[in-house]
């Protein structure tokens, strides 16, 4: 149980779904994790499911100075900063057309969705440059593959930290920083989030039937992969894009 021991990794919006998971796998695995959300209560209780390798600090993502504080202060109280999961996310009212999505909620949208992981790249990159190279995994989904009518700022928000991805780990692979840097794609994914898209018994029974393997995924699913990226296991992977999803993108 030490496929990342020894390395210290920020989980953003890890006070829920899949950055719980994802946390708990880290430090089970060996990492030290900070744990961030602007949802004090639940990032208390994730920090408390660890018990031990893991703080919480309550931060938004989409605001610029707390991101310059945090990293700061990892740097001073850690020593170093190894892996970056930028998770925290959005989704918005549900349904939202580009006919009924309302510009203040679009702008919302993309500045969690996209400016905060631009954010988390921007100070990310110099603390893991000078921590000796580490690996940044941003959280995008199957919706940045896909239209998608229901989920219009959504949908654009993920094509956005798609392709945002691959620049992150081209311009740093280019330059030798050592930082690795790429996006993973959940599809339909058991979490608050998840059920928000699925709001009764026959939406849920109609998103079952489009997935090739038959059921939802459970964050532990997604945690895995991540925990993949972070590790030094992918030390030659960089600007890819892992899909789990259960088949959905490969009909
Ligand atoms: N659940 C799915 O089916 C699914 C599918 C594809 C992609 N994703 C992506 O996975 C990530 C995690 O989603 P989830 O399903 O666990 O959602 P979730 O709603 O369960 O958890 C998201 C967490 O992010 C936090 N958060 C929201 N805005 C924030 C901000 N500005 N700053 C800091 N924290 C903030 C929330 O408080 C919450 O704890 C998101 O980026 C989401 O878009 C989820």
Redesign the pocket.
Known sequence: MSRVAGKVVLV??????????TAKLLAAEGATVIV????RA??LETVQQIGGKARFEE?????EA?WKRLIDDILAREGKLNGLV??????GPFPATFETESLEQWRRML???VE?VFLGCKYGVPALRQSGGGSIVN?????AFLGTPDLSA?GA??GA?RQFTKTVAIDCARKGYKVRCNS??????????????MPNDKAREHSRRRIPIGD??A?ED?AYGILYLISDESRFVTGTELVIDGGMNAI
């Open positions: 953003t919006g890890a006070g829920s779904g899949i950055g719980r998971a961030t959300d602007i949802n639940g990032g931060q938004d993502t989409s605001r707390d930028n998770n925290a996310g959005i989704s500045s969690v969705n905060g959280l995008s989904s199957l919706a959504y928000s993920k930290v993973v794609h959940p599809g339909i994914i058991l979490t608050p989030m998840g059920n928000a898209v939802f995924g964050p997604i």
